[in-house]
């Protein structure tokens, strides 16, 4: 079964400083792409951002963008000039072939302080 | 255009009993996922329905059931409640389910199983 792994269970940074959190996944099928969400303490998925498997050039929204190494078979998120709103949960996401089902990595909870 | 949304946001039931949870997807969207987030499991993939038919379906009891109505609006009912069932279920809705859409959260149901 497909395993997507978070290495950082917390991450703290100073506001305004970049961070970058990690993910990696283990299947050996390359043709699926990867997503990033953000959940607040509220609860709600946020989408922040997708990598297409085929995507030539690293996905960038806003202050968002992806490192994606597929031969290293990882694709981290990078957020710059960090704001306190920031403060969440962060997972990242892979589809396997079956319609509607993501897999999720275990979540990488971000402090940024003031 | 509408978020993804969820009813009841809150619930408190007693072992034993069941429960029915309501979720209407963005407007277009035929694709509903269900998904069950606990500490200690993560967020699981529960199933997934599209045109009222249930396509995919992940590794649960099959105390855990759900339909889906012609207008896309999608429920899940779990039934003889276990403590074990408390948990955060959060809906998404897409296009068409497909592994390359991209997956918007509803604000999810906190069930608390006493």
């Known amino acids: 079964a497909q395993k997507i792994t978070q290495t950082q269970p917390g991450m703290f940074v100073q506001e305004k400083e970049a961070v970058t959190l990690d993910c990696t996944y283990d299947t050996s099928d390359q043709s699926y792409g990867l997503f990033w969400y953000k959940q607040p303490s509220s609860g709600e998925m946020i989408f922040l951002i997708y990598q297409g498997s085929y995507d030539e050039q690293n996905a960038t929204e806003g202050r968002y963008s992806l490192n994606f190494q597929k031969a290293r078979k990882s694709a981290n998120l990078v957020i710059s000039a960090s704001q306190l709103g920031d403060s969440a949960m962060y997972f990242c996401?892979?589809?396997?072939?079956?319609?509607?089902?993501?897999?999720f990595g275990q979540g990488t909870i971000l402090t940024v302080h003031p | 255009k509408a978020g993804v949304t969820q009813t009841p946001r809150y619930l408190i039931k007693t072992r034993g009993q069941q429960v029915t949870l309501s979720c209407s997807p963005i407007s277009g969207h035929r694709s509903v996922s269900w998904y069950q987030q606990t500490p200690g499991q993560g967020l699981q993939f529960l199933f997934e329905y599209f045109s009222e038919t249930q396509r995919n379906k992940g590794n649960f009891p099959g105390r855990f059931s759900g339909r889906q109505f012609s207008n896309s609006r999608s429920e899940m009912n779990v039934s003889t409640l276990e403590l074990g069932d408390s948990a955060l279920y959060l809906c998404a809705s897409s296009f068409s389910g497909g592994s390359q859409e991209t997956q918007y959260f509803g604000p999810g149901t906190r069930l608390l199983v006493l």
């Open positions: 996401a892979r589809p396997l072939s079956s319609y509607g089902k993501l897999t």
